[in-house]
């Protein structure tokens, strides 16, 4: 796989295992588009065609967002959260745990910024 539509180059991997190394595709929409293209997933990377690759990389970008775009996304939606003053937005500003983690004996990393 190329690099333009954010897919890793790894010519060496399964098709189903470097599918799922971009940002934004899991295990599930890899399947489906493996299943759509007909390629299977042991196939390694080295061995798809020119074609199948262009194809591949088409209907990921044409139907997906990846990579940048994905990530632009996220961090989109964290200034939407700081902006509004909602608790997840404070709790990424000060770097805490989101998700209701404890943090009075755990998440060490996150406390040494704000005590520092």
């Known amino acids: 796989m190329s690099d333009n539509n954010g897919a890793i180059s790894v ?3 399964q098709v189903r295992i470097a599918s799922t190394k971009m940002d934004g595709i899991g295990p599930q929409k890899a ?3 493996r ?14 065609t020119k074609y199948q690759i262009d194809q591949m990389e088409q209907m990921i970008s044409q139907d997906h967002v990846v990579n940048w775009e994905f990530k632009r996304g ?8 700081i902006s509004i003053s909602r608790y997840r937005g404070i709790r990424h500003q000060d770097g805490s745990p989101l998700r209701g983690q404890r943090t009075h004996t755990n998440a060490r990393t996150c ?4 005590l520092q």
């Open 35 to 48: 299943y759509r293209l007909g390629i299977s997933g042991n196939i390694k990377i080295q061995e798809l």
């Open 74 to 81: 996220e961090r989109a939606d964290i200034k939407r959260l």
């Open 111 to 114: 406390r040494k910024r704000i």
């Open 11 to 13: 010519p060496d991997e």
């Open 31 to 33: 399947m489906k588009f």
